[in-house]
């Protein structure tokens, strides 16, 4: 129920439209709830809502709402019961708090994109501080299987696993929690300590070892402790500055267990990056008591960016996994999976815990060792020109008739839209073109051609797909085309995409997408109302990521825009790997990177891409 109000402090529709201009979609929605709804247009109320539908296990909880990264509770705004369906919920963030009679009360981050049925666990079988995990992904990440190309991109090439549920830690393990295995004498009992001390490959005695897991003075526990226990203050501070053996060695005293680096992401979240981490502990002077910042996942749990890095059970080489990042890193680590010596002991070093039930044989494959590519981008060399042009060779088609036909036609008062198929430079294909032109400009038209996102390749059709910047760019008189390259929408194939990978099906893949870039343009020249001298290329996150290949390869394009693109670190056939093409561009280009972006991060992929 919104309630308006009248009077001089009644909010303007002016003011409504400058907190959408701003994209401020919480301001825009709260402006919203004190004016009449019907003076709001419909077209403005879509800019800042959109509807959803809240599905929790079991139906009939209470739910409420406030806007994520504000604790006051005094925000709160009551929706209704489950199953809850709202016509206009706001397209920013959202905390909901979920209650029903039996159950645990919980907090959990949540958008329109949110799709999950939120499970609610009876008191009995969820412990306080502890959050239930659906395994399955929503399909919005690629779900149902838990693949890393939509949560981690250095570890794509790790074989997708269905998850079973699972409950973690909601807090990190505390400075108070620990000194209870400490004070229990867990330094000297080896039975906590079951897993063989190693170091660079050399196995170490049980004695040198605990002669390392020392504080400042010499007593047994973390690095940062000093007279065998915390500092004053730090009661509820995350313990740090422990091993991955120190971790595994409590995990076992609690009863527990260390994360895998699949139960780890899922958890975390990390496709909601852009609102977790600039409400996280990422950056700072320290760490913070655990739960004090606002930062929290899907799934209610804190601080999995920033505060302390955290230990997971998986090896890669030599090393153990440390995600999230901690207070002193860049924001970008906590969508990156990093790793250390399992001795190391470093001031940022904690870990959360997780339980998974009896599912012990679904566990085998999350807990084998998970190899992560690193690739630096300034040390590698690109192919030599001679090279090179071999390489552009294999990107070149005959220019066969296009035998255009002209499926269908839509329009608004702003824009026509034409679908258009015609033949591709391969096989019997045809490729199809969405075409947006203005109803009012002078021809002929300066074109925009756009290389979508990877949700292009999970998606049966343009409807599915956000396409709200056509409207724009047609706006601003010139036309907008979008081709459906081969494995989008109504050409989908069930070709798997993981960023980049070195199969040959991957690399025919690419150069088909290039050929269909080049057959659009190849159609756009044949329209007298189009500029055959002035195509623009606009690619989002994976057409930024192949930008390099399709500006390199195809000269008509004359400019181009790149909205968070970045070089992937994983390996591919030379022929198709953007590195070999990125210096080669001769276009103007403009890079927008996000600084929080989780599938190119700014540092290590968008900021080499740049410099090249």
Known sequence: ????????????????????????????????????????????????????????????????????????????????????????????????????????????????????????????????????????????????????????????????????????????????????????????DRSYWTYPFERDGVAVRWEEAMEAFTDSTGRPGPSTWSFGSFRDGQRDHPVTGVSWYEAAAYARFAGKELPTVYHWFRAATTWLSDWIIPASNMAGAGPMAVGSKAGMSQFGIYDMAGNAREWAFNASGDERYILGGGWGDDPYVFTVANSAPPFDRSPMNGFRLASYGAEEQALLATRQPVDHPVRDFARETPVSDAEFQAFRRVYAYDRVPLDAVLQSIDSTETWVREYVTFRAAYGSE??????????????????????????????DSIAQYSTEHAEMIVRSGRAFAFPVYKSTFARRDGFVYRRQDETNTYRDHV???????????????????????????????????????????????????????????LPTQPEVDPFNFVSRTSQPVLMLSGENDMIHPLETTARPMFEL
Do not use: C
């Not at 203005?438 to 925009?448: F, H, I, W």
């Open 1 to 188: 129920v919104m309630l308006w109000s009248s009077g001089p402090d009644r909010p303007t529709l002016e003011a409504l439209r400058s907190a959408v201009a701003a994209r401020d979609h919480e301001r825009a929605y709260q402006l919203a709830a004190r004016m009449n709804a019907s003076e709001v247009p419909d077209s403005l109320w879509s800019a800042f809502t959109a509807p959803v539908t809240v599905h929790t296990s079991p139906a009939g909880v209470r739910v409420q709402r406030r806007a994520y990264g504000d604790p006051d509770s005094s925000a709160w705004e009551s929706l209704g019961t489950t199953p809850l369906t709202i016509a206009r919920f706001p397209r920013s963030p959202s905390v909901l708090r979920l209650e029903a009679t039996g159950h645990r009360t919980i907090d959990v981050g949540f958008a329109p994109i949110t799709t999950d049925t939120i499970v609610l666990s009876p008191l009995t079988t969820l412990p306080e501080r502890w959050r239930h995990v659906t395994g399955a992904l929503p399909g919005y990440v690629g779900g149902p299987e838990f693949a890393f190309r939509y949560v981690a991109p250095n570890l794509s090439l790790a074989p997708p696993i269905r998850l079973p549920d699972f409950q973690i830690g909601q807090f990190e393990v505390t400075n108070a929690e620990y000194k209870q295995f400490v004070d229990a004498g867990g330094y000297q």
């Open 511 to 569: 150069l088909h997408w290039a050929k269909d870039l080049g057959r659009s343009l190849d159609y756009l020249e044949t329209r007298a109302d189009v500029d055959a001298g002035k195509f623009a290329y606009l690619g989002y996150s994976w057409g930024g990521m192949l930008a390099p290949i399709m500006l390199a390869t195809e000269p008509r394009l004359k400019v181009a825009v790149l909205a968070v693109p970045g070089l992937s670190p």
């Open 430 to 459: 045809r490729v199809g073109l969405y075409l947006y032109t203005p109803r009012s400009t002078q021809r002929p038209l300066q074109t925009v051609v756009s290389f979508p996102g990877s949700s292009a390749l999970l998606q």
